[in-house]
């Protein structure tokens, strides 16, 4: 336990793990392709909770024995760190954050180094690096689609975590590694037209849906049942 | 109506509290108002009008009441500014009065607007003045019902004094009828003497007589309202008017009052102040609203499917929930990680 909170996040809550066995039944069920192994994760802004999302998400899948193949090895979920944000994957699970992608992309690092073992056994981190320095020239470097290829065979399950979809266009660029997009919406903080915005930003095959977070139910119980 | 109760039931303590903190003003004002304010009233009986005696019952000036009448004719005397100033005079607000019209006239409206007057029967009117200084209020008061008392007088004096002129002319007029009959019957008898009866200069005669009689009942009528009139007049000049009396003297009062019904009113316009406000912040902060909240919102802007709906876990640090909170939120974490264990 933990591990799993950082000191500054002690009062962190997780969503249940249900509804994420949800969210991710619905972004395969979403494909058109058989072989969807990689979710891209995405917001409109920053502080909306995708980090959140990507985090409970993989904890849970990575935990599921249901995602475990019955008759292979246990089905490997590796986090694709690439936010910007506040806060990061890698800060989530007190992995250190270098050395990472950005030191794979200029050649620095073999791609066995940069990837990281959680406290799960199932679960792995890549975390993106020491600095954004000439990042987005990075990502647009053909190692990226190299090293995404490599990814595929050896995990299971790749959940990207994108920058935001409107603060910077590499998020477009990464997302086209992806073969679902989500984007996660944060009740009462994402703008209605930002949200539009974010949602033109990807190919509407790609795109499997929205996510609304911290959802809360304002009226009391007893009117909500009657309006 | 959904997007609105929610933005009410978000906000909700602050709503309260603000509804709260305005009521308690409202009463706090109300009370402070209610023993700040006297009032004085005066009553005045009005008699009929001399001239709707003379001209009767059916005529015209009859359709309203004596009392409507003397409220119609103080509302137009008020509006005036020589009779506000006469009814300032010797009260402490004739200190402030400097004779500049521009200057008296807004110390002479605030005083207009605190008299009120209606009209209590057919013959009773009731005049009243509230304001904070009890003494104040007895002086407007009094002068009020002196001055229209006055007033009234001298109107009653110009008014029997055209009457009498009236019914001077017409007396005149049916006393020369009549001395113009009476020489008119001498001149008959005079020339024809005493007819006998059935003759034509009988009947003649009669019709002289009938005339004769005729005149001098209308001059006997326009006597006698001459005489009624000079009994007015009379009266009138000796200040002694028989239409205007004061039933209830104005009165200094010991006590502060406040009507419940201005109470209930006043209580009423807070509330409704109070809820106005926070009618129209709540519509307002709806309208102003851009951001998602329900899955109805992600719809309206894309047919992207919502895939999940995360709620809000979020841990509230206040007293006894604390522990309850924290179980609640951690349960999620302690079941992604209770099996790795």
New interface residues.
């Given amino acids: ?1 933990s591990i ?2 950082r000191s500054s996040q002690a ?1 962190r ?5 249900a ?2 066995r ?2 991710y039944t ?2 395969l069920g ?1 494909s058109s392709e058989n072989d969807c192994k990689v979710f891209g994760i995405t917001s409109a802004m920053d502080g909306e ?1 995708k980090t959140v ?1 990507v985090s ?1 998400l993989a ?2 899948l990575a ?1 599921d ?1 249901e995602v475990a193949k019955s008759d292979e090895q246990v089905g490997d979920i590796l986090i694709l760190d690439c936010g910007e944000g506040p806060t990061s994957a890698t800060e989530e699970f007190m992995v250190e954050t270098t050395p990472g992608l950005t030191q794979y992309l200029r050649g620095e690092q073999a791609l066995e180094d940069v990837i990281k073992p959680t ?3 199932r679960l792995w981190i890549l975390p993106v690096g020491d600095s954004m320095h000439k990042f987005s020239i990075l990502i647009r470097a053909n190692a990226l689609d190299d090293m995404m290829r490599s990814l595929r065979e050896r995990f299971d399950l790749i959940i990207i975590d994108l920058p935001s979809a409107l603060t910077t266009t590499d998020t477009h660029v990464l997302a086209e590694l992806a073969d679902q997009v ?2 996660v ?9 930002l ?2 915005k974010a ?1 033109q930003e990807f190919d ?1 095959e790609k ?10 139910e ?3 119980q007893w ?1 909500a049942q009657r ?1 | 109506m959904r997007p609105y109760l929610a933005t009410f039931f978000r906000g909700k303590w602050i709503y309260m509290l603000v509804l709260a903190v305005m009521f308690s003003g409202t009463i706090l004002g109300v009370w402070r108002l209610a023993h700040s304010q006297y009032q004085v009233t005066s009553n005045i009986w009005i008699g009929n009008p001399p001239l709707q005696n003379v001209l009767g019952q059916n005529s015209a000036y009859q359709q309203e009441t004596p009392a409507q009448q003397e409220v119609d004719m103080l509302s137009q005397l008020i509006q005036t500014d020589d009779f506000m100033t006469s009814v300032a005079k010797g009260t402490s607000l004739s200190k402030q009065l400097t004779g500049v019209p521009d200057h008296d006239r807004a110390i002479l409206t605030k005083l207009r607007q605190d008299i009120s007057y209606e009209v209590v029967g057919s013959n009773t009117i009731s005049i009243q003045f509230t304001g904070p200084n009890p003494i104040l209020c007895q002086q407007v008061v009094q002068n009020t019902v002196k001055n229209l008392g006055n007033w009234m007088l001298q109107s009653q004096l110009q008014q029997s004094s055209t009457q009498m002129q009236y019914y001077k002319r017409q007396t005149t007029i049916y006393k020369a009828q009549m001395d113009n009959a009476r020489q008119q019957i001498n001149q008959f008898v005079g020339r024809f003497g005493a007819p006998k009866e059935g003759t034509a200069q009988y009947l003649q005669l009669q019709q002289l007589w009938g005339n004769y009689e005729s005149a001098q009942g209308l001059y006997n009528t326009a006597q006698g309202n001459l005489n009624q009139v000079s009994i007015v007049d009379n009266l009138s000049r000796h200040n002694q008017s028989t239409d205007f009396r004061v039933l209830d003297q104005a009165k200094v009062p010991q006590k502060p009052y406040m009507s419940l019904k201005k109470v209930l009113m006043y209580l009423m316009m807070g509330v409704g102040a109070s809820l106005g406000l926070v009618i129209v912040v709540v519509l307002m902060l709806t309208w102003m609203d851009k951001t998602i909240r329900t899955v109805d919102d992600i719809s309206r802007i894309s047919d992207v499917p919502v895939l999940a709906v995360i709620p809000n876990l979020e841990l509230k640090e206040k007293g006894w929930r604390k522990g309850k909170r924290k179980r609640a939120a951690v349960r999620a974490v302690d079941m992604a990680v209770a099996e790795y264990k």
Avoid: H, Q, W
């Fill in positions: 336990m799993l909170l009062k809550s997780y969503p249940e793990p509804i994420l949800d969210l619905r972004v979403s909770g999302v409970s904890i849970v935990n024995k406290f799960l056994s989500v984007v919406a944060c009740s009462g903080v994402t703008n209605s037209k949200l539009g949602l509407r795109l499997a849906g929205v996510v609304l977070n911290d959802s809360r304002d009226l009391p009117l309006m």
